[in-house]
């Protein structure tokens, strides 16, 4: 745990391994599939990416992974908070050999809120192989916030920059700091890869409507300025 603990201060990402049993990693894959395929069906109709958020809403097996299994405390330890509160899902997936690249981008920057504990806990449900990994820039949590996002793939920005990725196992979980630049290449495997996401708000967390984010649907509504996120649409998991 200490070692997980200097590694998420001093890198801003930190893996954990095992952080889900494998087989309970693996026992959501079924369901994740399903949904993967029914939204994918939907996005062609659409012609708009897949949705995969707030997939713990509608199925159990999600719910009880970020309400009951020991994650939220295992998060709350590692960044030092006594209380999460779940902001949003996510389901993330690459087709088999896919070229589609994540772009280096930082979470922070899609919510109206101060404070430093608001982690994400990316989860892989298949094996993953470092190349395919979501890759980190080791200490960006602590420079200032950008505007706009950096582009590491460029090499004048790549300069200098130590890129953290890990080889997972099911189970196996990457916390990062909402102000850590993350990325990713495609998918040079022959599975799909799968991996998901909780992104959980904890103590010094405070909404701040005056802040300018991008906006992924999450309502805010009932939330005080300065006041922490509660109400329905913020349930708490620690
Ligand atoms: O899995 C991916 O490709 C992207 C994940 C990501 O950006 C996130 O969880 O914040």
């Known amino acids: 745990m200490r070692t997980e603990r200097e590694d998420y201060t001093r890198d801003g990402a930190a893996i954990l391994r095992r952080a889900v049993p494998a087989a309970a990693a693996e026992a959501l894959v079924p369901t994740a599939r399903a949904v993967i395929v029914a939204a994918l069906d939907e996005a ?11 997939i713990w809403r509608r199925e159990p097996i999600f719910e009880r ?3 009951a299994s020991g994650l939220a405390r295992l998060v709350g330890d590692v960044i030092g908070s006594n209380s999460l509160t779940l902001l949003i899902d996510q389901l993330w997936t690459k087709a088999p050999r896919s070229r589609q690249r994540t772009r280096w981008h930082y979470d922070e920057a899609a919510w109206p809120v101060s404070g430093e504990m608001l982690p994400s806990i990316w989860i892989a449900l298949t094996p993953i192989a470092a190349e395919n ?35 997972m196992a099911p189970g196996d979980a990457i916390l990062f700091h ?12 022959d599975e799909r890869r799968i991996a998901y996401t909780l992104r959980c708000a904890g103590d010094d967390i405070r ?11 999450l309502s ?5 300025a300065g006041g922490p996120l509660d109400g329905p649409a913020f349930p708490k998991v620690l």
């Not at 062609?44 to 707030?54: E, I, R, S, V």
């Not at 805010?220 to 005080?224: A, D, I, K, S």
């Open 207 to 217: 909404y701040d409507p005056a802040r300018d984010y991008i906006d992924e649907g």
């Open 220 to 224: 805010f509504t009932g939330c005080r």
């Open 133 to 167: 990994c979501l890759r980190f820039v080791a200490g960006s949590h602590r420079a200032p916030a950008t505007e706009g996002f950096t582009d590491y793939d460029e090499p004048a920005q790549a300069e200098g920059a130590r890129f953290l990725a890990w080889d």
């Open 178 to 189: 909402p102000r850590a630049y993350h990325g990713c290449h495609g998918n040079s495997a």
């Open 44 to 54: 062609a109709d659409t012609g708009f990416p897949p949705n995969l958020k707030q």
């Open 65 to 67: 992974l970020a309400f």
